[in-house]
């Protein structure tokens, strides 16, 4: 007899060459945390390991013929990455609408690592009018989440800009230090959860090198962990093994930012 699918979850984002990033980088975290990634693509890039020299957005009139055949799945979970343009935005507001009550995690992607701008403060309004009120966890590093709230007097107030986020409808936040060490603590990643019950810090050795798609593997093993049912501390904690696991034991390509070594990291729970 076969086995029934594992939990899947949705995910929107773009397509990344490399495999580090993007829809790869998506379904594979999220075979290795117990999901089955379903996915609708938002947008071709041109990119390697260094940067980005060009997003392409997807069809918004394909992306919802994609939701309408997946429709039929059943989605435990939804992620979202990056939005190349407001038509392929407003496509994936109205697919997550298609499936009320299920939890979305959403991972801001607004840069590359590389430097190339992937957004505009037009789209960083939008995404904050439309999708946040939608989002159950978003997941930006310090530099995205002052792109979303940047009306802060108080410098490296992560905390007050993560509160901003959340009277605007996103029910938590958890924000990641990869990119840019805390005041005073530059031996350690810090990540911090925001959500209306507690506040929660973890710590995590930083590896010396440059990593291309830590933030869609974490974002994408927190939907797994959901979708599979666990509470979302939980989930969290878990992502967070999870991916730095995936990057102690990471790729490097012959020049470039490392790879995430997500297949052979598989976790049973």
């Not at 594992?6 to 984002?13: C, N, Q, Y």
């Not at 009120?133 to 530099?143: M, Y």
């Given at each position: 007899?076969?086995?029934?699918?594992?939990?899947?979850?949705?995910?929107?984002?773009?397509?990344d060459?490399?495999?580090g990033a993007?829809?790869?980088?998506?379904?594979e975290?999220?075979?290795?945390?117990?999901?089955?990634?379903v996915t609708?693509p938002?947008?071709?890039t041109?990119?390697?390991?260094?940067?980005?020299?060009?997003?392409i957005?997807?069809?918004?009139?394909?992306?919802?013929?994609?939701?309408?055949?997946?429709?039929?799945?059943?989605?435990?979970?939804?992620?979202?990455?990056?939005?190349?343009?407001?038509?392929?935005?407003?496509?994936?507001?109205?697919?997550?609408?298609?499936?009320?009550?299920?939890?979305?995690?959403?991972?801001?992607?607004?840069?590359?690592?590389g430097?190339?701008?992937?957004?505009?403060?037009?789209?960083?309004?939008?995404?904050?009018?439309?999708?946040l009120?939608?989002?159950?966890?978003?997941?930006?590093?310090?530099?995205e989440?002052?792109?979303?709230?940047?009306?802060?007097?108080?410098?490296?107030?992560?905390?007050?800009?993560a509160?901003?986020?959340?009277?605007?409808?996103?029910?938590?936040?958890?924000?990641?230090?990869?990119?840019?060490?805390?005041?005073?603590?530059?031996?350690?990643?810090?990540?911090?959860?925001?959500?209306?019950?507690?506040?929660?810090?973890?710590?995590?050795?930083?590896?010396?090198?440059?990593?291309?798609?830590?933030?869609?593997?974490?974002?994408?093993?927190?939907?797994?962990?959901?979708?599979?049912?666990?509470r979302?501390?939980?989930?969290?904690?878990?992502?967070?093994?999870?991916?730095?696991?995936?990057?102690?034991?990471?790729f490097?390509?012959?020049?470039?930012?490392?790879?995430?070594?997500?297949?052979?990291?598989?976790?049973?729970?």
């Open positions: 007899m076969r086995q029934p699918l594992p939990p899947v979850v949705l995910v929107l984002a773009g397509h060459p490399t495999g993007g829809l790869v980088a998506d379904s975290a999220i075979a290795a945390c117990g999901g089955w990634a609708i938002t947008a071709l041109v990119q390697n390991c260094h940067n980005v020299t060009r997003v957005p997807a069809d918004p009139t394909v992306m919802r013929q994609m939701a309408e055949v997946l429709s039929e799945m059943q989605v435990a979970a939804i992620k979202i990455g990056l939005l190349g343009d407001e038509a392929t935005l407003r496509a994936a507001e109205q697919i997550i609408r298609r499936f009320p009550g299920v939890p979305v995690v959403a991972d801001p992607v607004f840069k590359a690592g430097g190339t701008e992937l957004s505009t403060p037009a789209l960083r309004q939008l995404f904050i009018d439309r999708l009120p939608l989002v159950d966890i978003l997941t930006p590093n310090r530099a989440l002052s792109q979303l709230a940047p009306d802060i007097v108080t410098p490296f107030d992560d905390t007050a800009r509160v901003t986020l959340m009277s605007q409808g996103c029910q938590s936040i958890l924000v990641t230090a990869t990119d840019d060490p805390l005041p005073g603590n530059d031996q350690q990643v810090v990540h911090t959860l925001h959500s209306p019950e507690a506040t929660r810090q973890w710590q995590w050795p930083r590896l010396p090198e440059r990593f291309h798609g830590s933030g869609c593997t974490l974002s994408s093993a927190i939907a797994a962990r959901l979708a599979v049912g666990e979302l501390l939980t989930a969290c904690e878990q992502a967070q093994h999870f991916t730095w696991e995936s990057l102690s034991q990471g490097q390509p012959p020049s470039g930012q490392c790879l995430p070594n997500r297949v052979s990291r598989v976790v049973h729970f």
